[in-house]
């Protein structure tokens, strides 16, 4: 659907239990601390406080502030702040999990953690909304991809074509050039590539070679 106006409403249905992580702190009190959090957090996400119980420590183990969780959250970081967050949204088990740009706060052992996870959760099946301008991250967490410029839905598809088509035609940009690879089927793969002379035999590397190729000669190359 493409929106000819800047969309401000809407309706979405979700079938599932739903968990979010949309913005740094949301959800969080920063007078309380960290341990405080995570039962309010809970709570807003849908937990009851046995189920918290059940599950506080896998939440703090995961965040990796342990011996932090007891200080209020207004001395935190920006990155404990998203590791908390993301413990408590992941710890839901939720089918459905909404992820922002706010990952990208965390350090790069957390992101590392993160996508380990979120692939986990792929794998079980669940849905995940990944909003993200991090291509590489979009291009490893997501199957399909959506593309919007000020409201209006430009593109819909596979991640590769989708990242491909936004750096192309709309960034005028060489994917190669940031290090992402052009789109690929999988339907070849190369090893290796030989040159092969006029007698059939792989050429290398030599002077005597080398002359040869400087006169016109019928090459072959063969795909390995």
Known sequence: MLFRSRTDGGTITARGKLSALLE?????HPELS??????????????SRREIDERFDAIV??????????????NYSSGMYVRLGFAVA????PEILLIDEVLAVGDQEFQNKCTDKIAAMRREGRTIVVVSHALPSVRALCDEVALLEHGHL?????AVDVIDHYLTEILSIDPAELGIPRRATGEIHLDGVELLGPDGRPLERSEEHTSELQSPCNLVCRLL
């Open 61 to 74: 183990d995961f965040s990796g502030i342990e011996q932090f969780i007891d200080a209020p959250v207004k």
């Open 154 to 158: 430009i593109q819909t598809g596979p």
């Open 24 to 28: 740094l702190g949301a959800g969080f």
């Open 90 to 93: 992941i710890n839901v088990d």
């Open 34 to 47: 960290g341990r405080e959090n995570v039962y309010l957090n809970g709570a807003i996400l849908g937990l």
